[in-house]
């Protein structure tokens, strides 16, 4: 699938598979959506422009490399994005935080906005919209169109698991948006919750089941 990446790192892979057993609590659960999310940011920002600089060594002068080109912002959809966003932080410590605050709607499962607060430069930097679960897609579709119309042009979209159907409906409204994922499930049940997937990953981060 193009702009697809499945991130296949033994470290990710062991660690999704505690997140998906229904044995795994909410205090673990909650870390290791961290923990993953941070290893998950490791390569989706692999691709970053850098620059030369010199950096006085207590030695000698040394040519070192640092973050160039746009500034960046992490945007979680509310609430189980939320989970992802404190790894990423300290990982990108200048990174500005937006959120969007979107829930499905359990018989339409269609997303309901409920509130937007973002960066006034939003639409300077490189975005990265953060989620554990990519489902339908139509939450990642309408926080990305969300993010377009504020001007943003440089989007990458980070979830922990996706399903197909996701996937394809972010790909065929977003075709400029990468897409990096953890795992690629099989498909959606009836009431388009991701088979196998983890469940409900707001309800499992925040305790509220
Ligand atoms: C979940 C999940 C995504 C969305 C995915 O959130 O965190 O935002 O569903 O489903 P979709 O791809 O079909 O739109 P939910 O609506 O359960 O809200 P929550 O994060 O507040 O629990
Ligand atoms: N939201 C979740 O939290 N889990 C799913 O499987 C689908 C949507």
Redesign the pocket.
């Known amino acids: 699938m193009a702009n697809v990446h499945v991130l296949d790192h033994p470290l990710i892979q062991h660690k999704l598979a505690i997140l998906r057993s229904k044995r795994t609590g909410v205090k673990e659960f909650r870390e290791i959506v961290g923990e993953i999310a941070g290893l998950m940011c490791y390569e989706a920002t692999r691709n970053l422009p850098t620059r030369e600089v010199e950096v006085e060594t207590p030695l000698m002068t040394a040519k070192c490399r640092v973050l160039a080109g746009k500034k960046l912002a992490i945007v979680p ?5 939320l989970g992802m966003v404190d790894s990423m932080v300290s990982l990108i410590p200048s990174a500005k935080v937006g959120h969007i605050g ?3 709607d359990p018989e339409t ?1 269609k ?1 309901v906005e409920y509130y937007c607060k973002l960066p006034d430069d939003i639409g300077n930097r490189q975005v990265f919209v953060v ?10 579709v309408a926080a990305i169109s969300f993010l377009k119309q504020h001007g943003c042009r440089n989007i990458i979209m980070m979830n922990i698991i996706g399903a197909p159907e ?1 996937v394809e409906a972010v790909q065929k409204a977003h075709p400029d948006v990468e897409i990096y994922l953890a795992a690629l499930d099989e498909k959606l049940n009836d009431n ?1 919750y991701i088979l196998p997937g983890l469940g ?4 499992r981060i925040f305790g509220t089941k």
């Open positions: 959809i509310l609430r189980a994005g979107l829930y499905r499962h997303p989620d554990p679960m990519l489902a339908t897609g139509g939450s990642a996701g388009a409900d990953a707001g309800d």
